[in-house]
């Protein structure tokens, strides 16, 4: 009886101790969105990296984990998106908040991260073109181009009406 006993109280230590460290993971602490002023690559890169580190971020519902990519994004991605815009889906306006931002990690056929392609949500920053701060840096941070980049927003104005967002209809309940 008393071996069941203790059986019973290591598994519930075991239980409780896994548990605690799966919502430490997942913990992240936000920061108030990047103003028009304060906005730029590295300041971005050192946001979503640093700051809040965005590997604990959430991905899109229904395109978790690592993805089969399109021209000329790379072979393979994995696209985080920050809690902002998570918490704000399903969006029936379309319109991503301030803060909202969606980090792409582009890989080679290794699953190796190559490049990062950012948009970061940006009150004010470019009303012509809803607002986004386009970025695009190396593996290791370099930023390679940013600002309102010209081919970023021309071809994801296939989407202009979803906010220039891709993958993921912002008004689709996520579940
Ligand atoms: C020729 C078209 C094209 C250009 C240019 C382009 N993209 Fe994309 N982008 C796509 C496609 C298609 C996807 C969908 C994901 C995929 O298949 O890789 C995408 C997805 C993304 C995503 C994930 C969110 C979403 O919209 O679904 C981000 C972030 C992104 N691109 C950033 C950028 C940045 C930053 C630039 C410029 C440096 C850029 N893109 C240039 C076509 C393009």
Same mark, same amino acid.
Request: net charge negative; glycine share 10%; hydrophobic share 40%.
């Given at each position: 009886m008393r071996k069941v006993l203790i059986l019973f109280l290591v598994v519930c230590v075991c239980f409780l101790f896994l548990t605690a460290q799966r919502r430490r993971r997942k913990k992240i602490d936000i920061k108030p969105p990047l103003t028009?002023?304060?906005?730029?690559?590295?300041?971005?890169?050192?946001r979503f990296t640093e700051e809040e580190n965005y590997?604990?971020?959430p991905f899109w519902p229904g395109h978790e984990g690592i993805q089969q990519g399109q021209s000329p994004h790379g072979d393979?991605?994995?696209?985080?998106?920050?809690?902002?815009?998570?918490?704000?889906?399903p969006i029936k306006d379309k319109v991503v908040?301030?803060?909202? *931002?969606?980090?792409?990690c582009n890989?080679? /056929? &290794?699953?190796? =991260?190559?490049?990062?392609?950012v948009m970061a949500k940006v009150e004010g920053?470019?009303?012509?073109?809803?607002?986004?701060?386009?970025?695009? *840096?190396?593996?290791?941070?370099?930023?390679? /181009? &940013?600002?309102? =980049?010209?081919?970023?927003i021309e071809c994801h104005s296939i989407l202009k009406e979803n906010d220039y967002v891709i993958l993921y209809q912002l008004d689709k309940n996520p579940k």
């Open positions: 028009k002023e304060e906005i730029g690559g590295e300041r971005l890169w050192r590997e604990k971020y393979l991605h994995t696209v985080y998106i920050h809690p902002i815009l998570f918490d704000a889906l908040p301030d803060g909202g *931002m969606i980090v792409k890989m080679n /056929a &290794e699953k190796e =991260i190559v490049a990062f392609t920053y470019n009303p012509e073109a809803n607002d986004w701060f386009w970025a695009k *840096m190396s593996k290791d941070g370099e930023v390679e /181009a &940013e600002g309102k =980049i010209k081919g970023c």
